[in-house]
């Protein structure tokens, strides 16, 4: 029965579906909410360590944000100890800090709703993503993304335009653009705080009609991980 240390940055950015997903395939969760004055987990604490999205920059917002230069350091000593890792949105961008990549806004814009996940030669037998068929789909709600990945960084998934979608650090650390834990009411609450967006209500529709296809991608994505932590690789 594995423990994994999870850490959300904002009250809007939850465990959401994987909570259910992830305990449902026999993990204890333990929420660490820095935002809220929990102090943040010791990387080899429990079992396996999950990092959450959130609306802040990964490397830009420390003042206002004081815990994420720590949440870094907690990522780059978990890929040291190779602690099974996933680290999702905001998370897959630290993580990207983390190890000496570079982050910032994407020069082609917000990327935004329903994508595909453009799996990679070496996606193929990958340790975690051996479940995620070609052709599937993901939702994406970001501004930033990784630049430039840190050296000897395994590309599982990215876009047409080569922006790195899903990646491997060292044996453990997994990083994902989408969100695999979202719903369409949490992302109509994402949209609903930020300024107006031509084709946000279809994208939300679009999730919407998805989540019968989305469950029977990433709940499965999700079991495989918590696997990994109680077996290893």
């Known amino acids: 029965m594995p ?6 940055h904002e009250d809007g950015c939850p465990l959401g579906l994987l909570e259910a997903w992830l ?38 917002d420390d003042d206002r944000h004081p815990w994420l230069p720590a949440t870094r350091d907690l990522l780059a000593a978990a890929v040291d100890r190779s602690v099974p890792t996933l680290a ?9 800090a983390a190890c000496g990549g570079q982050v910032g806004r ?4 917000k990327q ?18 051996v479940s995620v068929a070609e052709g599937s ?6 501004n930033d993304i990784a630049l430039e990945l840190p050296e000897g960084t395994a590309v599982l998934a990215e876009t047409p335009e080569g922006v790195p979608q899903a990646i491997r650090i060292g044996e453990a650390a997994w990083g994902i653009q989408f969100h695999p834990e979202v719903d369409a009411d949490m992302v109509a609450a994402w949209a609903a705080d930020e300024r107006p967006r031509p084709g946000a209500s279809e994208a939300i529709a679009a999730i919407r009609a998805a989540a019968g296809e989305l469950e029977a991608t990433w709940q499965p994505f999700a079991a495989r991980w918590v696997n990994l932590t109680e077996r290893g690789l």
């Not at 423990?3 to 959300?8: D, G, I, Y």
């Not at 994407?106 to 814009?109: D, I, K, V, W, Y």
């Not at 994508?115 to 340790?127: F, K, M, N």
């Open 3 to 8: 423990t994994l240390a999870v850490v959300q």
């Open 23 to 60: 305990t449902g395939a026999g993990a204890t969760l333990r929420v660490h909410r820095p935002y809220a004055g929990d102090p943040l987990p010791d990387p080899g604490e429990a079992d396996g360590l999950i990092v959450l999205g959130g609306s802040m920059g990964a490397t830009g």
């Open 88 to 96: 999702v949105c905001l998370g897959h961008q630290l993580l990207v």
């Open 106 to 109: 994407n020069p082609a814009g």
């Open 112 to 129: 935004m709703g329903l994508l595909p996940v453009g799996l990679t030669e070496e996606a193929r037998g990958e340790h975690l993503f």
């Open 137 to 142: 789909r993901a939702v994406q709600w970001n």
